[in-house]
Structure formats: C-alpha cells, structure tokens
C-alpha cells in the first residue's frame, strides 16, 4: 500500500476508491433493474446506470486534473455491498417485498458513494481545488437524488405491501 504523505495523496487515494466503486457499479446497477419486478424502479435503475456512466467519466476527468490514473485500486467496501445487493435478487417471495429488499440494498450503495463524494470534496476543498469540487459535487447531488428516488419508490411500494397483507 502506497504512503499517504499529502492531502493530495489522500485525495488520490479517494478517487481510485470512488472510481473502483462506480465503475462495478455498471455492472451491478443492470442486473438490480432486471432483478425489479416494479416499472418505476426499473427505470430508476436505469436512469442511475447513465449518471453512474458520467460519475465514471468526471472521475477520469478528476484524475487528469491530479495527473493520476484513478485506476489500480478495488472498492472493498463497494464490492460488499453489491454482493448484499446481489443476495436480495437470489430471494424467493412477493414480487413487491422483493423490490423493497432491492431498494435497500440500492440505498446501502447510494449512502456509501455519498460518504466517499463527501470525503473527496473536504478533501479538494482543503487543496484549494475548486474544479475538482465542482465536479465531485455534480456526482454527489446525483447520488443524493438517486437516493430520495428510491426513497419515493419505496413509500408506494410500502403502501401497496400493506394494502395486499390487509386484503
């Protein structure tokens, strides 16, 4: 493991983490919209799957501005929450409880990118980087958006649940 000597460092070491997380995010985010028995949660898989495209894209802009390759390093963290995500599309159940269970574990992936974006942003501010800034937070209010998308997702959801265990 490479030795964080600078704030620079650690930023670096920030956006190969955060580029490792988005960029198996392009491949889990798929099989979660196919694993979606609801329409709007498909298509809010979707629409997540060409921001996180972007976020991938800002990230290798990001690098370029450190003069750095954001590749090298794996997402542990990312990789263990997917492999939660991929558990709830292996269960069994109720078309609707199921989309809940998928929402959680997209919910789990948003809060974990927005706690790296946050990072990665003290971390650009403290350099003085205000291009980087801008751009880490253009990716963090999409994941923050994502995040309230599921939110509203699985308040209809909810109430469909209820509806469906009171009939």
């Given at each position: 493991m490479a030795e964080k000597k600078t704030?620079?460092?650690l930023l670096?070491?920030?956006v190969k983490d955060l580029y490792s997380a988005e960029k198996q995010l392009t491949k889990a985010?798929?099989?979660?919209?196919?694993?979606s028995h609801d329409p709007s949660l498909k298509a809010a898989f979707a629409a997540h799957l060409k921001e996180t495209e972007g976020q991938v894209a800002r990230l290798e802009q990001?690098?370029?501005l450190l003069a750095m390759k954001p590749s090298g390093k794996k997402?542990?963290?990312m990789e263990g929450?997917?492999?939660?995500?991929a558990e709830a599309l292996s269960e069994q159940g109720e078309e609707t409880v199921l989309d809940l269970s998928l929402i959680g574990a997209g919910s789990r992936v948003e809060h974990y990118e927005m706690a790296g974006y946050m990072t990665a942003i003290s971390l650009a501010q403290s350099m003085g980087s205000t291009q980087i800034v801008t751009l880490l937070?253009?990716?963090?209010?999409?994941?923050?958006?994502a995040e309230q998308k599921l939110?509203?997702?699985?308040?209809?959801?909810?109430?469909t649940a209820r509806a469906a265990a009171a009939s």
């Open positions: 704030i620079n460092d670096q070491d920030e985010i798929p099989k979660m919209a196919r694993g990001i690098a370029g997402c542990e963290g929450v997917i492999k939660e995500g937070k253009q990716s963090l209010a999409e994941e923050e958006a939110r509203k997702i699985a308040a209809v959801l909810l109430k």
